[in-house]
C-alpha cells in the first residue's frame, strides 16, 4: 500500500448507494459510488452544486442517517468516534445562554471545564451569557463551532459555514476557522458549493457531481494557505471549472 506507515485516515467512507423512499413519492436516489478518506491532519472540502447529495454524505458519516448501502470507519454509532459536527443551521437551544449551549453539548463529567481558551479566539467572549435570539446568524454559527470544538475533536464537519452571511460576516468566519484548524490542527472535512471558499482553506478538494453525488475528481492543492491570493483563487476556479463541467459553477 502506497500509505503504509502513515496514520491511518481519521475518516474512511465508502457509500455504494442511497436512496431516499418513501410512501408518497417516488424514491430519489442521492449518492450513487462517493468514497474517500479524510487524512489526519488534513483540511478536506467536498465541492458539488446544490442538492447534489452533500448533507446527505454528512449525515451518513455522522450516524444520523443508516439507510444506505456502504460502510463508514470508525463506527459513528461507537463512543469516541471524535467527530465535531456544525450543521448549516446552528441549531441552538434558544432558551439557553451561548455557554449554557456549549456546556451541554459536553459529557455531564466535563461540563465545568473552563471555556474561556475557547470561547476568546472565537471572539464570543461578549456574548457568553446572551441567548442566541441575540446574536446574528454568524454569532450563532461561531457558537456551533465552539460548541463541537468544546468536544476536542479529530475532525471537524462543516456543512456550508459560510452560506448565508453577508460579505463581512462570511470573511470573519472564514479567518477564524482557518486560524482554529492552525492552532488546534485537527481535520476537517468541509462541505461547500462555493469554489472559492473552498480554495481559501483546502488541502485537497474532492469534486462530486450533481444528484446522485459522484466522485468525479480530486485535487492536491500544492501551495501554502498564505500564497492563496485574489489572482490564485480565480486562476484556479476556472481551470477547474473548465475540468469539471456542471460542478462548478463559472
Ligand atoms: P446538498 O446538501 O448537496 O445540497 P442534500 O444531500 O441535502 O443535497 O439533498 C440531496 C437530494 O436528496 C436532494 O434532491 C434533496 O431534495 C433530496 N433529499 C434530501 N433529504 C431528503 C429526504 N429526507 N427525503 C427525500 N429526499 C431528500
Ligand atoms: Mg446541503
Request: positive net charge; proline residues 8%; glycine residues 8%.
Given at each position: 500500500m502506497s500509505d503504509a506507515g502513515a496514520e491511518p485516515p481519521v475518516l474512511s467512507v465508502e457509500i455504494a448507494r442511497k436512496v431516499?423512499?418513501?410512501?408518497?413519492?417516488?424514491?430519489?436516489?442521492?449518492?450513487?459510488?462517493?468514497?474517500?478518506?479524510?487524512?489526519?491532519?488534513?483540511?478536506v472540502c467536498l465541492i458539488g452544486p446544490s442538492g447534489a447529495g452533500k448533507t446527505t454524505t454528512l449525515r451518513i458519516l455522522l450516524g444520523l442517517d443508516r439507510d444506505y448501502e456502504g460502510s463508514v470507519a470508525p463506527d459513528p454509532r461507537e463512543a469516541g468516534a471524535g467527530v465535531g459536527m456544525v450543521f448549516q443551521e446552528p441549531r441552538l437551544l434558544p432558551w439557553r445562554t451561548v455557554e449554557q449551549n456549549v456546556r451541554l453539548a459536553l459529557p455531564r463529567e466535563r461540563r465545568a471545564r473552563d471555556l474561556d481558551g475557547l470561547f476568546a479566539p472565537l471572539g464570543l467572549?461578549?456574548?457568553?451569557?446572551?441567548?442566541?435570539?441575540?446574536?446574528?446568524?454568524?454569532?450563532?454559527?461561531?457558537?456551533?463551532?465552539?460548541?463541537?470544538?468544546?468536544?476536542?475533536?479529530?475532525?471537524?464537519?462543516?456543512?456550508?459555514?459560510?452560506?448565508?452571511?453577508?460579505?463581512?460576516?462570511a470573511a470573519q468566519l472564514r479567518a477564524i476557522v482557518a486560524d482554529t484548524v492552525d492552532r488546534l490542527g485537527m481535520s476537517v472535512l468541509m462541505v461547500t458549493h462555493n469554489i472559492a471558499e473552498a480554495l481559501g482553506l483546502a488541502d485537497r478538494l474532492l469534486l462530486v457531481s450533481a444528484r446522485p453525488a459522484r466522485l468525479v475528481g480530486e485535487e492536491r492543492l500544492p501551495v501554502p494557505r498564505p500564497a492563496r491570493d485574489r489572482a490564485f483563487v480565480e486562476a484556479t476556479r476556472a481551470a477547474l471549472a473548465a475540468r469539471y463541467p456542471g460542478v462548478i459553477a463559472d
Amino acid at each position: 500500500m502506497s500509505d503504509a506507515g502513515a496514520e491511518p485516515p481519521v475518516l474512511s467512507v465508502e457509500i455504494a448507494r442511497k436512496v431516499y423512499r418513501s410512501r408518497r413519492a417516488e424514491p430519489v436516489e442521492a449518492v450513487r459510488g462517493l468514497a474517500f478518506r479524510v487524512p489526519a491532519g488534513e483540511i478536506v472540502c467536498l465541492i458539488g452544486p446544490s442538492g447534489a447529495g452533500k448533507t446527505t454524505t454528512l449525515r451518513i458519516l455522522l450516524g444520523l442517517d443508516r439507510d444506505y448501502e456502504g460502510s463508514v470507519a470508525p463506527d459513528p454509532r461507537e463512543a469516541g468516534a471524535g467527530v465535531g459536527m456544525v450543521f448549516q443551521e446552528p441549531r441552538l437551544l434558544p432558551w439557553r445562554t451561548v455557554e449554557q449551549n456549549v456546556r451541554l453539548a459536553l459529557p455531564r463529567e466535563r461540563r465545568a471545564r473552563d471555556l474561556d481558551g475557547l470561547f476568546a479566539p472565537l471572539g464570543l467572549e461578549p456574548w457568553r451569557d446572551r441567548y442566541p435570539g441575540a446574536l446574528s446568524l454568524g454569532m450563532q454559527r461561531r457558537v456551533a463551532l465552539a460548541r463541537a470544538l468544546a468536544l476536542d475533536p479529530r475532525l471537524l464537519v462543516l456543512d456550508e459555514p459560510f452560506v448565508s452571511l453577508d460579505d463581512t460576516a462570511a470573511a470573519q468566519l472564514r479567518a477564524i476557522v482557518a486560524d482554529t484548524v492552525d492552532r488546534l490542527g485537527m481535520s476537517v472535512l468541509m462541505v461547500t458549493h462555493n469554489i472559492a471558499e473552498a480554495l481559501g482553506l483546502a488541502d485537497r478538494l474532492l469534486l462530486v457531481s450533481a444528484r446522485p453525488a459522484r466522485l468525479v475528481g480530486e485535487e492536491r492543492l500544492p501551495v501554502p494557505r498564505p500564497a492563496r491570493d485574489r489572482a490564485f483563487v480565480e486562476a484556479t476556479r476556472a481551470a477547474l471549472a473548465a475540468r469539471y463541467p456542471g460542478v462548478i459553477a463559472d
